[in-house]
């Protein structure tokens, strides 16, 4: 599969959306369905229709993951459920590294797959806050690479 990276586009909106949502329904079912669907209001009304992204899309330009960021910080990097394991979210995070040295990201401790995952490509963990950024009771890693 070839994967090109390329800035986000207004017309990608709807397909990260749909990769937001699998990606989180695949990996936090910690979450309370009623913060879940505030999260989910949260970041179809507000995040995604105002945010940048990388996208990593296959050959017929189609995005297959997300990722956003501010400065050094990986604010959030989401996956589709097909392109999973297949080496996508690492060129994501791998674009990142050619653009900052050093890098930091928040995780969900809960979220077992997605620590692995920045683990596995360098990152150690620098920092836990015993709740998320709006309060809620989902301890965060804080990870950093280089």
Do not use: K
Not at 26 to 31: G, K, P, Q, S
Not at 56 to 71: P, T
Request: glycine share 8%.
């Amino acid at each position: 599969m070839t994967i090109s990276i390329r800035p986000s586009r207004p017309d990608d909106y709807p397909r990260t959306f749909e990769i937001w949502r699998g990606a989180v329904v695949a990996t936090h079912d910690f979450l309370t369905p009623e913060d879940f669907a505030a999260i989910e209001r949260m970041v179809r009304d507000q995040y995604l229709p105002a945010a940048e992204f990388w996208i990593a899309a296959d050959e017929n330009d189609q995005a297959l993951a997300f990722m956003g960021m501010s400065g050094a910080q990986i604010d959030s990097l989401f996956v589709h459920a097909e392109a999973r394991s297949s080496g996508v979210g690492r060129r994501l995070v791998e674009h990142a590294m050619t653009l900052h040295p050093v890098l930091t990201v928040d995780v969900n401790e809960q979220n077992a797959s997605g620590a692995g995952f920045y683990q596995r490509l360098g990152f150690e963990v620098i920092g836990r806050s015993p709740v998320d950024d709006a309060g809620r009771p989902y301890p965060l890693l804080h990870l950093r690479r280089g």
